[in-house]
Nanobody, 125 residues
Framework: QVQLVESGGGLVQAGGSLRLSCAASGLPFSRYAMAWFRQAPGKEREFVGGISWNGGSTSYTDSVKGRFTISRDNALNTVYLQMNGLKPEDTAVYYC??????????????????WGQGTQVTVSS
């Protein structure tokens, strides 16, 4: 049974930082590309950033470039999202996702095979 469990969300003031973690089990983690998506109330789920199986390729949506960094530790079966310079518009539920096409990073939610349950990030102004 595949499980992706996010943690690290919370309430932070604008300009602050959070680090999200996603612990994976039940799948060969190093053979999956991983990504973070987010969904704000009343909005569609959007791609935040992704990382290929070995970390050799990363991609980010324009609104987070220079502020967010995705990384992974295959020994710990964990993917991270370091979020700096948070803004109120970053408020959303953040989800991690796994793609079995491990060499690519794609911004399309439908490409991902497994999803976590999400963690809430709230940025106050």
């Amino acid at each position: 049974q595949v499980q992706l469990v996010e943690s690290g969300g919370g309430l932070v003031q604008a300009g602050g930082s959070l680090r999200l973690s996603c612990a994976a089990s039940g799948l060969p983690f190093s053979r999956y590309a991983m990504a973070w998506f987010r969904q704000a109330p009343g909005k569609e789920r959007e791609f935040v950033g992704g990382i290929s199986w070995n970390g050799g390729s990363t991609s980010y949506t324009d609104s987070v470039k220079g502020r967010f960094t995705i990384s992974r530790d295959n020994a710990l079966n964990t993917v991270y999202l370091q979020m700096n310079g948070l803004k109120p518009e970053d408020t959303a539920v953040y989800y991690c996702a796994a793609d079995k096409i491990f060499w690519r990073v794609v911004p399309t939610a439908g490409a991902y095979n497994y999803w976590g349950q999400g963690t809430q990030v709230t940025v106050s102004s």
